[in-house]
């Protein structure tokens, strides 16, 4: 059975730093996009960063320069290192594992979620 754990949030001043991490279970985790999204209070659901089996990265235009998503496979892991964090990025992360099986076919599992909180 997949699983995801998150840890890692918490609360942080204006300009601070946090990383986030999220363990893998019951997936064959080096053939998954591994992503974090985030939830506002009051706002949908939005991809912040994700990371391909083969280590392609993308980024949301608002976290690029300050946040850096990285897996290690042998540890079944991603994390996302946030950096120089806002008020405006707090919200409820989460760890997503995607895997297109076939056209028709994807594996999608979420995490419980961390909350990540920064004080102005």
């Known amino acids: 059975q997949a699983q995801l754990v998150e840890s890692g949030g918490g609360l942080v001043q204006s300009g601070g730093s946090l990383r986030l991490s999220c363990a893998a279970s019951g997936i064959s985790f080096r053939s998954y996009t591994m992503g974090w999204y985030r939830q506002a209070p009051g706002k949908q659901r939005e991809l912040v960063a994700r990371i391909t089996s083969g280590g392609s990265t993308d980024y949301a235009d608002s976290v690029k320069g300050r946040f850096t998503i990285s897996r290690d496979n042998a540890k079944n892991s991603v994390y996302l290192q946030m950096n120089s964090l806002k008020p405006e990025d707090t919200a409820v992360y989460y760890c997503?594992?995607?895997?297109?099986?076939?056209?028709?076919?994807?594996?999608?599992?979420w995490g419980q979620g961390t909350q990540v909180t920064v004080s102005s």
């Open positions: 997503n594992a995607n895997r297109v099986l076939t056209t028709q076919a994807v594996n999608d599992y």
